[in-house]
């Protein structure tokens, strides 16, 4: 099990944010010559965000990237190839004195060797 702290600004005007999406990716990890990987319903995300209204739900997805894109499948899960996108969709309205939205997230995966 391994995890990470990671945190989103976004710092827009006072005004209406239309939904906007940020991507994370979490790739497999090689330690000594093994390789670990992880799928998305092992990932665990906890939220924390302020003002938590302009954060939506995160979406985690299995894929690959192909081309330098992601593309979105459940064919490379418990391979050293898969990655999981997590999709957090950001919208609503800024406070008037323009705060920054910032969503702070602990992400924890379960490894699984490959």
């Known amino acids: 099990?391994?995890?990470?702290?990671t945190s989103i600004v976004?710092?827009?005007?006072?005004?209406?944010?239309?939904n906007?999406?940020?991507y994370f990716y979490v790739h497999g990890q090689s330690v000594s010559g093994q390789k670990?990987?992880?799928v998305a319903s092992g990932i665990t995300i906890t939220e924390v965000s302020d003002p938590?209204?302009?954060?939506?739900?995160?979406?985690?997805?299995?894929?690959?990237?192909?081309?330098?894109?992601?593309?979105?499948?459940?064919?490379?899960?418990?391979?050293?190839?898969?990655?999981?996108?997590?999709?957090?969709?950001i919208s609503g309205t800024m406070p008037?004195?323009?705060?920054?939205?910032?969503?702070s997230a602990n992400v924890t995966s379960n490894l699984v060797q490959s």
């Open 96 to 103: 008037s004195n323009d705060l920054s939205s910032i969503l």
């Open 20 to 22: 906007e999406n940020q």
């Open 52 to 89: 938590s209204t302009n954060i939506g739900t995160v979406v985690k997805e299995d894929g690959y990237i192909n081309g330098g894109s992601f593309s979105a499948t459940t064919t490379y899960q418990n391979t050293a190839t898969n990655v999981v996108r997590l999709t957090v969709p």
């Open 10 to 18: 976004v710092n827009r005007a006072s005004g209406s944010i239309s």
């Open 36 to 38: 670990w990987n992880h």
């Open 1 to 5: 099990m391994t995890t990470a702290d």
